[in-house]
């Protein structure tokens, strides 16, 4: 049966609904669903309230009480009023609706987001899975247990989930520190070539996460500063000479040692 979409936005009837359909597609495959239609329509309008600002009346006039109620608790920000995250999770606990909805949503997130979302971004999403999902399974598993099954299989997945994703940020920043260091030892390279070349105005400027390559580019840049006022410096007096200013004198504070003295 095909279902209303009239005060509906159209574009969660386009390319813009992936997401909303990949959720349906995983509720379907739950077993003990207590009100599956509902559910599955939930899933798939769990967002018009908070990103299209669709009224609650609306989507029960089209779907029914059960849905639209649990698309109100699945909605943490409708039109400027953002809910408490704890309240907002304890209140998907009370419904054997959203808490499927909301856990399916997570499911799908957390399967997608490798790749796409930034490294904070996914240490987020995995932080609010164990502070927020994990309790929200078991409440509701305790709440509606002839839905028992559904929170075991989808516990499981979100556990396992964690574990791989974790994994993965690891990977991955080692993989950027690597980058760093490359990219700084690069840098460093070309900044010895310079010095050779007698060129002292250079600097490294890109920073190294690593505490040993970041000393040495410091040290590097250092040293050219140094070489540069000591340069300077001598050069300077050697001009006032050509001038006769035989009174002209390098800096005692660039303690001139060495060959630098002599």
Do not use: W
Request: charged share 25%; glycine share 4%; with cysteine.
């Amino acid at each position: 049966q095909r279902m209303p979409t009239e005060g509906i936005p159209v574009s969660l009837g386009r390319g813009g609904c992936q997401h909303q359909v990949e959720i349906a597609l995983s509720l379907i495959t739950l077993k003990e669903v207590v009100h599956e239609e509902e559910t599955i329509i939930a899933g798939l309008l769990h967002d018009v309230m908070e990103d299209c600002n669709v009224e609650k009346t609306v989507i029960e006039q089209k779907f029914g009480k059960l849905s639209a109620d649990a698309i109100e608790k699945l909605t943490k920000e409708f039109k400027g009023v953002k809910k408490d995250m704890q309240n907002y999770f304890d209140m998907i606990a009370t419904c054997p609706i959203a808490s499927l909805v909301k856990l399916a949503d997570r499911m799908n997130n957390i399967s997608t987001m490798v790749g796409v979302f930034t490294i904070p971004k996914q240490e987020e999403y995995v932080k609010e899975i164990k502070d927020y999902f994990i309790p929200l399974l078991k409440e509701a598993r305790g709440n509606f247990p002839e839905q028992s099954m559904s929170y075991h299989n989808m516990s499981l997945f979100l556990k396992q989930m964690c574990k791989t994703v974790e994994a993965v940020l690891v990977a991955e920043k080692i993989n950027i520190q690597i980058k760093d260091v490359l990219e700084v030892l690069e840098q460093i390279e070309k900044m010895i070539q310079n010095i050779e070349r007698g060129f002292f105005m250079y600097r490294i400027k890109l920073k190294c996460a690593n505490s040993e390559i970041e000393t040495i580019r410091n040290n590097i840049n250092s040293l050219a500063n140094n070489l540069q006022m000591k340069i300077s410096s001598i050069s300077n007096v050697l001009l006032d000479f050509g001038e006769s200013n035989f009174e002209s004198r390098v800096p005692e504070d660039l303690d001139m040692v060495g060959t630098y003295g002599s």
